[in-house]
């Protein structure tokens, strides 16, 4: 297998292991997370311009609605940049407060971000934010090693300036000699 193949492999894995601990252990604790996500209180959604139409039930033109925005006299919980859109500081609309679940879960309008959210993985390495509180890296790294197999060793590094984003990067184990 040629370096390249092997960074594939590993990407697509440990892509595979991450979804499968978040279906496992993350969204099952969505319903009675104290602080959910979809609130977007500490998160920024980004959004294309179906999804905003569509969850905002907006049936204005798009040039219409951007100018509002600009001018503001849009929703105030979104701004536009470079062609897309980000929301911050209101639930998300397909958030239902009540049951604490997503309205469009599992269909095509849901956002990258939210799929993604909290673990994922990110040019061969797994992110994980720990602002979700149902992140256990003692788990993560539990479930990543029982995909790669002890061949590979996991270590974990925070980032400086946001220190709740934390890369669990894998690494091949080299023959070592006694």
Known sequence: MTSSSTRRFLAKELAAAAAAHQAADIVPHCPSCAKPCCKLEKLVLELEWKQVKTLWRIDEARTAFDKGL?????????????????????????????????????Q??????????????DQGDIMADLRCEAVNLTALKARIATALGPTFRITQSADEEFPFLVTLSVKKQGNRRN
């Open 108 to 121: 095509k309008l849901k956002p990258v971000g939210c799929t993604d959210f909290p673990i994922y993985e």
């Open 70 to 106: 600009a001018t503001g006299k849009g929703p105030e919980e979104i701004r536009e940049s470079g062609g897309l859109y980000y929301v911050h500081g209101k639930p998300c609309p397909a958030y239902d407060d009540p049951s604490g679940s997503c309205r469009i879960y599992g």
